[in-house]
């Protein structure tokens, strides 16, 4: 039974610069959710999809984020222009449909952007 | 607006002592509440969940939560502390009439003294 996996683990990217991040949720999962932490805060909620479609994005993800789940299995988030402000955690996690929305996390990707 | 404080940042117990860590939530429907563990670097994980039923629930590696609505609080308690769980513990409520996503606390830092 794999769990929620994120590629890459580390990131570092220079300001400006485009970086992309893969989730893979655990299969049959049909909610997958995308959250931020940043140093000594809990996670925020940026968004989720059921199956492919996105149903929510959060007023944190500005225009230079998008996401994106082709065919309901893996997502991928992309920041656009890098800022140092985006440095961060960026976790990801799915739930399966039905049931009590328990999220299963992945490792999660750290991003510095220098 | 649904929101979780865990009072107190940091918590600090002896090897074999009560661990205790509070949680207060707020939420306009019947809360789903969760407490997740986060070892440094790594991602989430699930504890325990309360959704409906019973109000003291048991989690894994010998942590329970009690849900009081009268109180609207979710505290974690483990009865007798060991090493291994020094980590950063988080509440969170579920929005499950929002397609389940997280809000979650701003956590707590649990050190066991030996």
């Known amino acids: 039974d794999t769990g929620v996996s994120q590629d890459p683990r580390h990131k570092i990217t220079k300001r400006g610069q485009n970086v992309t991040f893969r989730c893979d949720p655990i299969?049959?999962?049909?909610?997958l959710y995308w959250y931020r932490q940043t140093l000594g805060q809990g996670p925020e909620f940026l968004t989720y999809?059921?199956?492919?479609?996105?149903?929510?994005k959060s007023r944190l993800l500005s225009d230079r984020f998008s996401a994106e789940r082709p065919k309901g299995s893996f997502s991928t988030l992309e920041i656009q222009r890098t800022e140092q402000g985006d440095s961060a955690m960026y976790l990801c996690?799915?739930?399966?449909?039905?049931?009590?929305?328990?999220?299963?996390f992945g490792p999660g990707t750290r991003l510095t952007v220098t | 607006a649904q929101s979780v404080t865990q009072l107190g940042s940091h918590v600090s117990v002896s090897e074999g002592a009560l661990v205790l860590l509070r949680c207060n939530y707020s939420?306009?429907?019947?809360?789903?509440l969760f407490w997740y563990v986060q070892y440094p670097n790594q991602g989430l994980q699930l504890l325990l969940k309360?959704?409906?039923?019973?109000?003291l629930v048991k989690g894994i590696n010998g942590f329970e939560a009690e849900f009081k609505k009268s109180e609207t609080s979710f505290h974690l308690t483990k009865p007798s502390a060991h090493m291994s769980d020094a980590a950063e513990y988080f509440c969170?409520?579920?929005?499950?009439?929002?397609?389940?996503?997280?809000?979650f606390g701003q956590g707590t830092e649990l050190s066991v003294k030996p």
């Open positions: 996690a799915s739930s399966p449909n039905g049931g009590s929305y328990e999220q299963y």
């Open positions: 299969s049959e999962h049909n909610r």
């Open positions: 999809f059921q199956n492919e479609a996105q149903l929510e």
């Open positions: 939420s306009s429907v019947p809360p789903y």
């Open positions: 309360y959704t409906t039923g019973a109000t």
């Open positions: 969170a409520v579920s929005l499950y009439n929002q397609g389940g996503k997280l809000i």
